[in-house]
């Protein structure tokens, strides 16, 4: 491997703490927002291999399109006045620094999906969902890369904190390498096909992928709208809870597809005391795992996960798994719904990488409606399915890799024939999460003994039930499994 930023040999700094630490301490003015943010600018100075750049250079983080300092030490200042004012009373993501996906609208900002097709775009308007957190007090550090339009699984102008030469994972690539590399205590991110899970998994951080439709989309850039789920990271799954609550502020959205899910309910944001606390908990794995090649040090993680589950108390059984939905099916929502939205960018197509103009011309052959409707037919069978086999087999949870391997060698995925979709490694456990809308928590199951990297697992369960896989999440990472990046300040 590379020279790398190894996350857990940081030093002592504010900008180690997680969002729930640095929480307590600004309500309890042990520290301020304005000190967060420094440290978490300093931090970004020394870790991210210089200014932001479109390209990334090899030896580089480049976690981020664009910084904000002065827009942060703004929103720093209001939230030490806020929590000066409202005590205990203030938000508690008040002072909270916070990096956005590249794809999430800052009414007055630029707004690219780390493209030059969209150079000199402003957003008009914030998006929802950042809306709600801006209102809760968090302070905006800047907007991070993403894989161009959010079409891929690799981000290759960023680089891997653990190993610069490796990918961080994409689409929501620059957000999982903040994190990782102790830039920023949280992050926005969104998934399609994996797209927040994918780089948490090879980083070494948590996400949740909310219900579809828990989260409104309005004000963010879309990849295929059916399938898109914006959602939070950080490096716990007890800061994503946090973080997802507030988001989760104001109501879910309505789906062509699927009514709203039903209501999320207050989510947990610790874990369960004594040392069962997953008694009485059926987990499942499946024999998914065996369709496709995983990495040893993959399925060692899955082993850990696996005997972490059944040390505090879970009933772990091994089941067939229900058929996921037939790779046309996907390749047709999913690229149908892609051109549709890129139709208006027609006369900016040489400003395109090359992989994504190729899907961008795919949409040419999906653009028949009966076929685009039979697949999207056929995902409600599929989805119907999945939530029978979950009531049938008395399953709470499903614990799946969350990808087949540790980060690989940067630098392809930009590449002429590199399109993703049907077959494409990256997706083989996560896409199928996208199509049910199920809730998904991802989170790390160490680090590979071959490759000395992050490795992740996921847990499912059907729809509406975040607090469900939450609460397993955060009991795991108390207990037997866990977090891998960087420790909060004891």
């Known amino acids: 491997m590379s020279d790398a930023i190894t996350p857990a040999a940081s030093t002592s700094s504010p900008a180690d703490l997680d969002v729930l630490r640095a929480a307590e301490l600004l309500r309890a003015r042990e520290l301020s927002a304005a000190e967060l943010l420094d440290a978490c600018l300093e931090r970004i100075e020394e870790r991210n291999g210089g200014e932001p750049t479109f390209e990334g250079a090899p030896g580089a983080v480049n976690a981020w399109v664009r910084l904000y ?29 916070i990096g956005v996906k590249d794809l999430y609208g800052v009414a007055g900002l630029p707004l690219t999906a780390s493209s030059r097709v969209l150079e000199g775009n402003v957003a008009d308007a914030d998006a929802t969902t950042w809306a709600r957190l801006r209102a809760h007090g968090m302070v905006l550090v800047g907007h991070t890369h993403t894989h161009e339009f959010a079409a891929g699984g690799t981000t290759d102008q960023v680089g891997n904190p ?6 961080a994972g994409g689409s929501s690539g620059g957000s999982a390498a903040a994190l990782a590399a102790g830039m920023v205590p949280a992050a926005l991110g969104s998934d399609t096909c994996g797209s927040l899970r994918i780089p948490s998994a090879v980083c070494g951080t948590s996400a949740i992928k909310p219900t579809h439709g828990r989260l409104p989309l309005d004000g963010i850039i879309p990849l295929a709208s059916s399938l898109d789920h914006p959602g939070p990271m950080a490096r716990t799954i007890a800061d994503c809870a946090a973080l997802l609550q507030a988001m989760a502020e104001g109501g879910a959205a309505s789906s062509p597809l699927m009514p709203p899910p039903a209501g999320m309910g207050e989510l947990p944001l610790t874990a ?182 992050p490795v992740g697992v996921s847990l499912v369960a059907p729809r509406g039930r975040e607090a469900l896989v939450a609460q397993v999440g955060m009991d795991l990472q108390a207990g037997e499994l866990p977090p891998v990046a960087p420790a909060p300040l004891s």
């Open 162 to 167: 653990w190993a610069l030469d490796r990918t």
């Open 272 to 453: 369960r005391a004594g040392s069962r606390p997953l008694a009485g908990l059926r987990v499942a794995v499946t024999d998914r795992v065996g369709k496709v090649a995983v990495d040893p040090d993959v399925l060692d993680g899955l082993d850990r996960a696996r005997r972490a589950c059944d040390a505090l108390g879970a009933q772990v059984v091994e089941l067939a798994a229900a058929p996921d939905l037939a790779g046309h099916d996907l390749n047709c929502i999913f690229v149908a719904e892609m051109a549709a939205y890129h139709a208006r960018h027609a006369d900016a197509r040489d400003r395109y990488r090359a992989s994504i103009i190729e899907l961008v011309d795919l949409g040419s052959h999906f653009s028949e409606t009966g076929a685009y409707l039979g697949a999207q037919w056929q995902r409600a069978q599929m989805t119907a399915a999945w939530e029978a086999w979950f009531a049938e087999h008395r399953v709470d949870v499903l614990l799946d890799p969350t990808v087949p391997m540790p980060a690989e060698p940067r630098g392809e995925g930009y590449d002429a024939g590199h399109l993703g979709g049907d077959g494409d490694p990256w997706i083989a456990f996560t896409a199928t999460w996208d199509a049910t809308g199920f809730p998904v928590a991802a989170l790390p199951a160490g680090l590979g003994a071959r490759s000395g990297l």
């Open 69 to 97: 300092p002065d827009i942060a030490a703004e929103h720093a200042r209001e939230a030490d006045d806020r929590l000066a004012r409202e005590g205990a009373g203030a938000p508690l993501l008040c002072g909270v620094p």
